[in-house]
């Protein structure tokens, strides 16, 4: 291992490399965005024809929010809190509304956001009534004091910073409801109730250059005692750096944080020189040894939007600037 670091570190120095400063240039319009809506046991039986279209429009709706912003020259944390607000605020994914309820039967959510052009980070977990998590964790990271508040305090910052707040019935569906009953009449684990997690994400390139992540979630369903994922936790579920890459995480919350999944990405990226799928893989792989499951979206700085999963499927998109608009659920396809 120490050999390992070593030699990185000597490949990081004689190519010159410094954490936050970019490796590649970009004047050539080059863009890019990847998306996510969860990751989890998705098998095609599971799917009738309506439902997979549902989704598939879903994902489609969102990519296109934050694909147009880039398109246009705008900022890829522009793009990615875009592409966030529309899946926050569709019930079929568990973030915002239509997010999984506590063991108490409430919904605490958890977000974060990362700018790759100088790593300033924002994070809130364990949430209530905010209707947008992400753009609270975007307030967080530009007020700039501090990169993660939690629960009645990150509360009262939203309310001074005139954030929407919704009534806890907003967030309600029947579906996460009846996966609550579930856990708690069969003595089941979230993981079995979970059929597909639901957390939202989105990580993208700007025409500048510039890198940055999101990610959004209620969480496991019937988690208690204020437990917080993976999601909120920078260097976990969200991560972005101009040198390396941009990653949102979705799965297993416990297994993502002890193997700090999107960081280790990143510096597998920066350090090994490995592509963005070559580190992806080598960390879900990892995480899957651990016993976890789950999968990322990584974007690269020359564009690379790729996927990685140890898990049937994952709702997924990407768009890029060199033509590529597409939408998948299924770990094959
Ligand atoms: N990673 C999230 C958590 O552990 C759950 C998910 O991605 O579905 O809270």
């Known amino acids: 291992m120490k050999n390992i670091i070593a030699r990185a570190a000597a490949i990081a120095a004689a190519l010159g ?63 990615i809190e875009a592409a966030i607000l529309v899946m926050e605020d569709d019930a079929r994914f568990n973030a915002g509304r239509g997010a999984v309820f506590t063991w108490d039967g409430t919904h605490e959510l958890d977000a974060s956001i990362m ?13 209530t009534g905010i ?7 975007r307030k967080v990271m530009a007020d700039g004091t501090h990169v993660m508040l939690s629960g009645r305090g990150a509360e009262e910052f939203a309310a001074e910073q005139g954030l929407e707040t919704m009534p806890p019935e907003w967030f309600d569906t029947d579906a996460r409801r009846e996966a609550l009953e579930r856990l708690k009449a069969e ?3 979230a993981i079995d109730v979970d059929i597909k997690f639901g957390t939202v994400g989105a990580v993208a390139l700007d025409k500048d250059g510039n890198l940055a992540a999101g990610t959004s979630t209620g969480g496991m369903t019937g988690k208690r005692w204020g437990r917080i994922g993976d999601a909120p936790v920078i260097g976990a579920g969200t991560y972005a750096d101009n040198s390396s890459c941009a990653v949102s995480a ?34 879900i ?7 976890g499951d789950g999968g990322v979206i990584v974007v690269a700085p020359n ?4 996927f990685s999963m140890n898990t049937g499927g994952m ?15 299924f770990a094959d396809e």
């Open 17 to 79: 490399i410094a954490w936050g400063t970019p490796v590649m240039a970009h004047d050539d319009g080059t863009w890019s965005l990847a998306i996510h809506g969860g990751a989890g046991t998705l098998e095609r039986s599971d799917m009738s024809p309506e439902r997979d279209a549902a989704y598939r429009a879903a994902l489609q709706t969102a990519l296109d929010a934050g694909a147009a912003i880039l398109k246009n020259g705008g900022s890829a944390v522009d793009a």
């Open 115 to 127: 700018d790759g052009r100088d790593r300033a980070a924002g994070a809130v977990a364990g949430v």
């Open 131 to 137: 209707r947008h998590p992400i753009t609270l964790a």
């Open 187 to 189: 003595k089941l684990s």
């Open 250 to 283: 979705t799965g297993w919350g416990e297994y993502f944080i002890r193997a700090g999944v999107a960081r280790t990405i990143c510096a597998r990226v920066h350090m090994l020189g490995e592509s963005a799928q070559a580190a992806a893989d080598a960390v």
């Open 285 to 291: 792989a990892d995480v899957g040894q651990m016993g």
């Open 303 to 306: 564009g690379d939007a790729v």
């Open 315 to 329: 709702y997924r998109g990407r768009a890029t600037s060199a033509g590529a608009s597409e939408v998948a659920i």
